[in-house]
């Protein structure tokens, strides 16, 4: 009986002091979460003021194993745009003056081509251009690229040899496939002006003169014109023609323009009419109405500017 009592007052003794424990526990918990709140809080400031103070240090997310470390600015920089690229110029040429035909065509006044020289034998003169036969055998045949459907008939050419050696030509033919374009054939006197003919083949330089003396243009109609087709063709002008236009009654009508250096009314639109001519340099010429008169040289009284 004695050993029950005894029993009973051990375990209500270890009930009394495991209650105390817990209660003792609750009550340093409770007691040290202010603690603990205002030390995270000190913590979290310190950070942040760190962030923000000049030349403090950043945090950065961690970054996996393998892959790159992403880099960002703070402040972004704005974009520049990267420089156009500006045009290199031409080794064969110059920009033309500002007054050149819009038509002017390959062959521009100002522009320097390159090119070879080569010879041919040009018997009278004559050639793709329809002039007829030629005094003068300074002259050559363009390449057929630039010769551009008789464009260049009639133009006056100022041709260089690398030797220094130069001779102006009148260009009166074409030099069909494979003359290059840039290549001139001259006719054998004019190539003997540069170099030894022997040598068959030089490099050379050209570019379009408007030369001093000149006479007044001419006009010629075509065999077998009449007043229901005609051909008409521009001779003795001082600088290339880019376009051709007759009075067709209802306004300008410009012509299309042949390989042999003719300008073409198919219905006969203004054959016998008012001509206007005009230049690579824009410049604009009438001549009156002349009569059409099969492969005959008519004068004129007008003439293009020197340039």
């Given at each position: 009986?004695k050993t029950?009592?005894?029993?009973?007052?051990?375990?209500?003794?270890?009930?009394?002091?495991?209650?105390?424990?817990?209660?003792?526990?609750?009550v340093?918990?409770?007691?040290?979460?202010?603690?603990?709140?205002?030390?995270?809080?000190?913590?979290?400031?310190a950070?942040?003021?760190?962030?923000?103070?000049?030349?403090?240090?950043?945090?950065?997310?961690?970054?996996?194993?393998?892959?790159?470390?992403?880099?960002?600015?703070?402040?972004?920089?704005?974009?520049?745009?990267?420089p156009?690229?500006?045009?290199?110029?031409?080794?064969?040429?110059?920009?033309?003056?500002?007054?050149?035909?819009?038509s002017?065509?390959?062959?521009?006044?100002?522009?320097?081509?390159?090119?070879?020289?080569?010879?041919?034998?040009?018997?009278?003169?004559?050639?793709?251009?329809?002039?007829?036969?030629?005094?003068?055998?300074?002259?050559?045949?363009?390449?057929?690229?630039?010769?551009?459907?008789?464009?260049?008939?009639?133009?006056?050419?100022l041709?260089?040899?690398?030797?220094?050696?130069?001779v102006?030509?009148?260009i009166?033919?074409?030099?069909?496939?494979?003359?290059?374009?840039?290549?001139?054939?001259?006719?054998?006197?004019?190539?003997?002006?540069?170099?030894?003919?022997?040598?068959?083949?030089?490099?050379?330089?050209?570019?379009?003169?408007?030369?001093?003396?000149?006479?007044?243009?001419?006009i010629?109609?075509?065999?077998g014109?009449?007043?229901?087709?005609?051909?008409i063709q521009v001779?003795?002008?001082?600088?290339?023609?880019?376009?051709?236009?007759?009075?067709?009654?209802?306004?300008?009508?410009?012509?299309?323009?042949?390989?042999?250096?003719?300008?073409?009314?198919?219905?006969?639109s203004?054959?016998?009419?008012?001509?206007?001519?005009?230049?690579?340099?824009?410049?604009?010429?009438?001549?009156?109405?002349?009569?059409?008169?099969?492969?005959?040289?008519?004068?004129?009284?007008?003439?293009?500017?020197?340039?």
């Amino acid at each position: 009986m004695k050993t029950a009592r005894h029993s009973a007052r051990q375990s209500a003794h270890r009930y009394r002091v495991m209650w105390s424990a817990a209660l003792a526990v609750a009550v340093v918990a409770v007691l040290a979460y202010p603690v603990i709140g205002l030390i995270s809080g000190a913590a979290e400031a310190a950070r942040a003021a760190a962030v923000a103070a000049p030349g403090g240090p950043q945090a950065s997310a961690p970054t996996p194993t393998g892959s790159p470390t992403p880099t960002a600015s703070l402040t972004p920089r704005p974009s520049t745009p990267a420089p156009k690229p500006k045009p290199k110029p031409s080794p064969t040429a110059t920009p033309p003056p500002s007054t050149t035909a819009a038509s002017a065509g390959r062959i521009s006044p100002g522009t320097t081509y390159e090119g070879d020289a080569t010879h041919y034998d040009a018997a009278d003169g004559n050639g793709a251009c329809s002039f007829g036969p030629s005094a003068d055998m300074m002259i050559a045949a363009m390449n057929e690229t630039d010769y551009e459907t008789s464009g260049a008939c009639g133009a006056t050419v100022l041709v260089r040899a690398a030797n220094g050696n130069s001779v102006t030509v009148r260009i009166a033919n074409v030099c069909p496939l494979p003359c290059a374009p840039g290549q001139l054939d001259l006719s054998k006197q004019a190539f003997a002006e540069l170099a030894d003919p022997m040598l068959g083949r030089i490099p050379v330089t050209w570019s379009l003169l408007s030369p001093g003396s000149a006479g007044t243009i001419s006009i010629r109609y075509k065999d077998g014109s009449s007043q229901w087709w005609c051909g008409i063709q521009v001779i003795d002008h001082r600088n290339p023609v880019a376009k051709l236009e007759v009075d067709a009654g209802d306004g300008w009508q410009a012509l299309p323009r042949t390989g042999y250096n003719y300008f073409l009314s198919e219905n006969g639109s203004g054959c016998g009419g008012d001509i206007r001519i005009t230049d690579v340099y824009g410049e604009r010429l009438t001549v009156g109405g002349l009569p059409v008169r099969a492969d005959v040289v008519q004068p004129t009284e007008v003439q293009f500017a020197q340039h």
